[in-house]
């Protein structure tokens, strides 16, 4: 959705991040989205400094993002070869609960847009590989309106569950906005 791409690209502007972690590839469009707004943060404050390219390399941000999907994993891949984004976008294929155990280092900014039923799973995770003053983003939170309509499927009870969990940790400053199909927009404040 086109506010969502705009206030994700505003935010992205604002936090500069180096290290972004992204759940959910499906096609990649997201993850270039990120690339390419990092790049032209680097670009533009190249042009500022006038100091030109360093090693051919517009920015030293990365973008891990990972996909459990086969089909959207190998469509995903061949969209970010075909941008040739490869160098700024490392995909990865797999569970992303369990890819992101294995993880370690702290990413500046979260954006979570995968299984919504695993959004509460996702939430420790989330926390334990960020630091204070990572953003952490989470997409299509109202489910078309049948967040508030329907209480008795699993998923709406989950994302529920994530919403109270989200906002109610103390190590986080969270916001529920109805941006595109609802987002929350948290930063880590410890």
């Known amino acids: 959705r086109k506010e969502t791409e705009a206030f994700l690209v505003s935010v992205l502007m604002l936090k500069k991040p180096e290290r972004i972690l992204e759940l959910g590839t499906a096609t990649g469009y997201s993850a270039m989205l990120m690339a390419r707004t990092m790049e032209r943060y680097a670009c533009n404050r190249t042009a500022?400094?006038?100091?030109?390219?360093?090693?051919?390399?517009?920015?030293?941000?990365?973008?891990?993002?990972?996909?459990?999907?086969?089909?959207?994993?190998?469509?995903?891949?061949?969209?970010?070869?075909?941008?040739?984004?490869?160098?700024?976008?490392?995909?990865?294929?797999?569970?992303?609960?369990?890819?992101?155990?294995?993880?370690?280092?702290?990413?500046?900014?979260?954006?979570?847009?995968?299984?919504?039923?695993?959004?509460?799973?996702?939430?420790?995770?989330t926390i334990r590989l960020t630091h204070e003053g990572s953003v952490i983003i989470a997409d299509n939170i109202f489910q078309d309106g049948e967040i508030i309509k329907r209480r008795d499927r699993t998923i709406h009870k989950r994302m529920r569950e994530f919403l109270y969990n989200v906002s109610s940790d103390d190590r986080l400053t969270t916001s529920i906005l109805p941006v595109g199909d609802g987002i929350t927009f948290s930063v880590r404040i410890r």
């Open 48 to 125: 500022e400094r006038d100091t030109g390219i360093a090693n051919g390399k517009l920015s030293d941000a990365s973008i891990d993002t990972i996909e459990d999907w086969e089909p959207r994993f190998i469509e995903a891949k061949t969209n970010i070869e075909k941008a040739c984004m490869a160098d700024m976008i490392n995909l990865i294929q797999g569970d992303a609960l369990q890819i992101m155990k294995e993880l370690d280092g702290s990413y500046d900014f979260i954006f979570i847009d995968a299984a919504k039923g695993q959004y509460p799973d996702y939430l420790d995770e």
